[in-house]
């Protein structure tokens, strides 16, 4: 057997990298130290101020590297990249295109899915998302003048969205006043599991099998996640068969892509991708649509700007019809400023290098080796985003019109991730967060509930971004009242 001590000096000597480039000590010896800083949900703040110190490229483990100049972007995720997804997804659930490594596997299952998040697909999609914030709007005005948990409302919509448009049918989340369904317990749960065998797999399995009914359940979470998919796919057939008029994704799916002849995945691969898609779109959405009602309230001015502009555009009498809000420039640069300062994945997103290495950002890189690079840091670049902790919604206004920034801005934007990994459900989730926003701030006025919410939405993240308090305490009451 070989002694952990033997392990640090081989892992001193023998690594790869130069021990020229920075980071802390620790990092040349193991890469059990970062272990404990994911435990903490302070990974993505760690990495970021280890840039600010040590520059653009960081160490992290004997075989691990962090990168954030806007040189290394293309050539870890851009269109040709030579690097690979790391076998660090595997732990996210079952098998689908997102854990998926071998690029060829990946572009042949994208194909089969991606027509399905077309933008004539969502435009379809549109009444389902009107009819849930119909409910989210029924659900503040039952509560006006008093302490709303902003952070549960926004997650039981992104909730119901999801599962009316992936999987045709309603989790109920509105039913219970309150309340939120099983199934959120399990995926809360299914998160902390699927972590937990990132960081401490053996211990995990240990865990398993140890006859404690209450431990098997939690560390079964993931397969009720999977089961509520499963059990969905098949109500659906039972009671629309195979080809449907109905208005979800889940029809789109199962017909595959007549405009180029794409036929549908297997029942099992279907229940597993639109699962996933469930649960990467529910907490993602939710927790972007908390953070902009949050900044909202830390500035009132924009919140007042925004109401201006929603009523001068006539989008309450267009039914805030995405059609009438996607164009709104200072709504999209509320929205661009959240998905920059809150990004829903603000920590790495790894791969590996293949063959003998590549070139990223000037230096090169041995094969096999670990790389990423975070959107909390990227974003937050002040050569590109000047003032770049300031919520600054001008940064995306030009004029009157839209500004999709600089180059290099859009560059350095990896909230969606980049490339062919680039994530197929953004144009659904700034879709929910618009007319979300449309909606809520034309009807309501909004605030902190106390200083108490400062300290509910700090950041903290376990690979998705987490309010460190859970919740987010805000105050709505009616507009129109002054």
């Not at 099983?182 to 902390?192: E, K, M, Q, S």
């Not at 791969?351 to 990423?372: E, F, N």
Request: net charge positive.
């Amino acid at each position: 057997m070989v002694s952990s001590s033997d392990k640090l000096t081989s892992n001193l000597l023998l690594s790869p990298i130069p021990a020229t480039v920075p980071g802390p000590v620790i990092a040349r010896l193991t890469k059990k130290w970062i272990l404990f800083v994911d435990l903490s949900g302070s990974r993505a703040r760690t990495i970021h101020d280890l840039h600010q110190k040590y520059g653009p490229v960081v160490r992290m483990a004997p075989n691990e590297l962090s990168f954030a100049s806007l040189q290394s972007v293309k050539a870890i995720y851009g269109p040709g990249t030579t690097c690979i997804k790391s076998s660090a997804y595997d732990n996210f659930g079952r098998q689908g295109m997102f854990q998926m490594q071998d690029p060829a596997q990946h572009r042949e299952r994208q194909k089969l899915i991606a027509h399905i998040f077309a933008p004539s697909s969502l435009q379809q999609m549109e009444p389902l998302i009107q009819g849930v914030l119909h409910k989210l709007v029924s659900a503040i005005e039952k509560r006006l003048g008093k302490p709303v948990d902003a952070l549960h409302w926004c997650r039981m919509t992104a909730l119901d969205v999801s599962g009316e448009i992936l999987l045709g049918k309603s989790f109920g989340a509105f039913a219970a006043d309150g309340d939120a369904p099983a199934y959120v317990h399990h995926l809360d749960n299914a998160y902390l599991v699927w972590s937990l065998f990132g960081l401490a797999p053996l211990m995990c399995k240990a865990l398993e099998r140890l006859p404690v009914k209450s431990l098997q359940q939690f560390m079964a979470a993931g397969d009720y996640v999977y089961k509520y998919g499963d059990d969905a796919l098949k109500e659906y057939l039972k009671l629309y068969g195979r080809s449907s008029t109905r208005r979800s994704l889940l029809t789109k799916i199962l017909a595959g892509d007549p405009s180029t002849g794409t036929e549908s995945l297997t029942d099992r691969e279907i229940s597993v991708e639109v699962s996933n898609l469930v649960f990467a779109a529910t907490d993602t959405t939710g927790n972007t649509m908390a953070y902009a009602l949050y900044r909202l309230c830390c500035h009132q001015e924009w919140q007042e700007e925004l109401r201006a502009e929603l009523r001068a555009s006539g989008a309450k009498a267009a039914g805030f019809s995405f059609q009438s809000l996607q164009s709104l420039p200072i709504l999209n640069g509320i929205v661009m400023e959240t998905l920059r300062l809150h990004p829903a994945a603000p920590s790495a997103l790894p791969r590996i290098t293949t063959g003998k290495g590549c070139d990223i950002g000037g230096m090169w890189v041995p094969g096999k080796t670990l790389v990423s690079m975070q959107a909390f840091t990227t974003q937050r670049n002040p050569e590109y985003f000047p003032d770049p902790d300031t919520f600054n919604p001008n940064r995306w206004v030009s004029g009157n019109e839209i500004s999709s920034g600089s180059p290099n801005m859009r560059e350095m934007m990896l909230v969606w991730g980049k490339g062919t990994r680039a994530c197929l459900g953004q144009h659904m989730a700034t879709m929910e967060i618009k007319m979300l926003l449309g909606r809520i701030v034309e009807r309501f006025r909004i605030k902190l509930a106390g200083l108490k919410t400062h300290d509910e939405m700090e950041m903290t993240d376990h690979f998705t971004l987490i309010p460190k308090g859970q919740r987010c305490s805000l105050v709505f009451s009616n507009a129109s009242a002054g």
